[in-house]
Each structure stands twice: as C-alpha cells, then as structure tokens.
C-alpha cells in the first residue's frame, strides 16, 4: 500500500518562506509523477506543481510561477515544495500525490495517492 506523509507546515509570516516535504512508502517512488495541491478553506482542491519520475519535467500553476519549486530525491523518496514570498493567499492545507503517466498533470482526479495534508497559515 502506499503510504504519502507530508511535513513542514506552520505558521508562516507574509513574505517568508517554507518547504514542505513529502515521504512516500509502500511503492515505487521512482515510477511516479508527483503533484503538490492546495485547499484553502472554501475553495476547490487546486494545483500547485508537479515533477517527474526523475526530475526532469516540472509543471507550476501560472498562479505560483517564479515563488515555488518543487524538487524530488528518489534516493530518499520524497518530494519537496519550496514557497517563497508567501501571503495570506497561500493559506491552504497542501497535499502531495502520486500517480503514473503525464496525461493532464494538473487534474487532482489522475493522481491515485494522496497524503493527509499539511496546513500552511500565512499570518502576521
């Protein structure tokens, strides 16, 4: 079974930065695409990122292009998101997924694993 566990949320101030990880356990880490996603409250679940199975293909919703990088040690088995610059808009419980294949890396419904989530606050 596969398990995702993501780490590194909190309490953030406006104009910081965070990184989350994400350990994943149970498969292959390698033969997976991996996505980050975010919730905020009363919000649909939105993509945030994805990277391929070794690194080499990244995608980043226009939204957070040029504050977020998303990263990946298959060594380790875990994914990383790095949020620079944060606001109040980044407020969000943020997933990572998993899934096989590139077709419409952004739609939440072709990822097969998730995680629990972890909750990112931007306040002062």
């Known amino acids: 079974q596969v398990q995702l566990v993501e780490s590194g949320g909190g309490l953030v101030q406006p104009g910081g930065s965070l990184r989350l990880s994400c350990a994943v356990s149970?498969?292959?880490?390698?033969?997976?695409?991996m996505g980050w996603f975010r919730q905020a409250p009363g919000r649909e679940r939105e993509f945030v990122a994805c990277i391929g199975e070794n690194g080499g293909i990244t995608s980043y919703a226009d939204s957070v292009k040029g504050r977020i990088a998303i990263s990946r040690d298959n060594a380790k088995n875990t994914v990383y998101l790095q949020v620079n610059s944060v606001t109040p808009e980044d407020t969000a419980v943020y997933y990572c997924?998993?899934?096989?294949?590139?077709?419409?890396?952004?739609?939440?419904?072709?990822?097969?694993?998730w995680g629990q989530g972890t909750q990112v606050t931007v306040s002062s």
């Open positions: 149970g498969g292959t880490f390698s033969n997976y695409v």
């Open positions: 997924a998993a899934r096989e294949g590139y077709a419409d890396l952004d739609d939440s419904r072709r990822y097969a694993y």
